[in-house]
């Protein structure tokens, strides 16, 4: 299972990679074996802010629907237009071309609660 140095995560499944007062959001490789074949992919919160833990979008896989939360309080920006015709994308490449949405963050005290590396791997495997 990959799991990046560079990212911070939550324990619902999501990552974080933090530039400034900017981020970029996905769920992890984790998530994204677990969902299984993801088919659809649903965030009506672009130009929104959100608090840490609210649902900003919805994923669907063959079997489930599920929320996606952010990680932080943050203003959505931008969707990746890509998973509107290439939702598998979330599948092949999660932390790459899967990405879900870019965010402004409003608190970046908040990203002190969020897991590391070696936290989100203890939580995965145990």
């Known amino acids: 299972m990959n799991i990046p140095e560079n990212l911070l995560y939550t324990k619902d499944h999501e990552w974080i990679k933090v530039s400034g007062d900017e981020g970029t959001v996905?769920?992890?490789?984790?998530?994204?074996?677990q969902l299984g074949d993801i088919v659809f992919?649903?965030?009506?919160?672009?130009g929104e802010t959100?608090?840490?833990?609210e649902a900003f979008g919805t994923i669907e896989a063959v079997k489930t629907v599920s929320d996606m939360f952010a990680?932080?309080?943050c203003e959505i920006?931008?969707?990746n237009e890509k998973l509107s015709d290439n939702p598998e994308l979330v599948n092949t490449d999660p932390y790459g071309e899967g990405w879900?949405?870019?965010?402004r963050l409003t608190d970046a005290?908040?990203?002190?609660?969020?897991?590391?590396?070696?936290?989100?791997?203890?939580?995965?495997e145990a």
């Open 100 to 103: 879900i949405v870019k965010v």
């Open 71 to 73: 990680p932080v309080g």
């Open 41 to 46: 992919i649903e965030v009506n919160t672009v």
């Open 26 to 33: 996905g769920v992890t490789d984790f998530a994204q074996h």
């Open 50 to 53: 959100v608090t840490a833990g």
């Open 109 to 124: 005290g908040e990203l002190s609660g969020l897991l590391n590396t070696a936290q989100y791997t203890e939580l995965v």
């Open 77 to 79: 920006l931008e969707f």
